[in-house]
T-cell receptor, first 113, second 109 residues
Framework: DTAVSQTPKYLVTQMGNDKSIKCEQN?????MYWYKQDSKKFLKIMFS???????INETVPNRFSPKSPDKAHLNLHINSLELGDSAVYFC????????????FGQGTRLTVV | GNSVTQMEGPVTLSEEAFLTINCTYT??????LFWYVQYPGEGLQLLLK?????DKGSNKGFEATYRKETTSFHLEKGSVQVSDSAVYFC????????FGAGTTVTVRA
């Protein structure tokens, strides 16, 4: 059973399109995250939700909108995609927000052409 | 704010060589410290962790000790294998999980 699963694994789309990435965790965690990994492998947190409430919102363009319908799901919607959005997006979850490790999904490789 | 600095790569080693990846942190409180590993094409996996000063985390032959006096959490392995080729990330979490830049390690047979 996959602990943190995200779909799709690969996403190729044209500039200007709108796309969504879905994430689900079956670990019973109450905190979920979205991270962006660039081509140099640098990981940057984008958003964090705790019990469906947004608790971290880094300086991310407002074209990116997370949605958490329940504690087990955190989806990422991206409007008006740009070339610079090409990256690998990772969903993660943790039990609580302080001093805990996170469990990561396999990533979604987004390519904007 | 809190941050993590780890040595830049890439690092290339021969099998059975000793590996060390330096990691230092800046934090206002007492965060937990982690090493994550990312194998090619995969997500991040927790390799080891330490939650307080002088704790030693260990897993799969890797070790790291939480050193408060030097604000460090260096990763070491005594004898690497080709299968250890991956990107290694140092991270800390007090209220937010923050990562270092990652170190790419390649082990040659």
């Amino acid at each position: 059973d996959t602990a943190v699963s995200q779909t799709p694994k690969y996403l190729v789309t044209q500039m200007g399109n709108d796309k969504s990435i879905k994430c689900e965790q079956n670990l019973g965690h109450d905190t979920m995250y979205w991270y962006k990994q660039d081509s140099k492998k640098f990981l940057k947190i984008m958003f964090s939700y705790n019990n469906k409430e947004l608790i971290i919102n880094e300086t991310v363009p407002n074209r990116f909108s997370p949605k958490s319908p329940d504690k087990a799901h955190l989806n990422l919607h991206i409007n008006s995609l740009e070339l610079g959005d090409s990256a690998v997006y990772f969903c993660a979850s943790s039990l609580g927000t302080v001093n805990t490790e996170a469990f990561f999904g396999q990533g979604t490789r987004l390519t904007v052409v | 704010g809190n941050s993590v600095t780890q040595m830049e790569g890439p690092v290339t080693l021969s099998e059975e060589a000793f590996l060390t990846i330096n990691c230092t942190y800046t934090a206002t409180g007492y965060p937990s410290l982690f090493w994550y590993v990312q194998y090619p094409g995969e997500g991040l996996q927790l390799l080891l962790k330490a939650t307080k000063a002088d704790d030693k985390g260990s897993n799969k032959g890797f070790e790291a000790t939480y050193r408060k006096e030097t604000t460090s959490f260096h990763l070491e392995k005594g004898s690497v294998q080709v299968s250890d080729s991956a990107v290694y990330f140092c991270a800390l979490n007090d209220y937010k999980l923050s990562f270092g830049a990652g170190t790419t390690v390649t082990v040659r047979a």
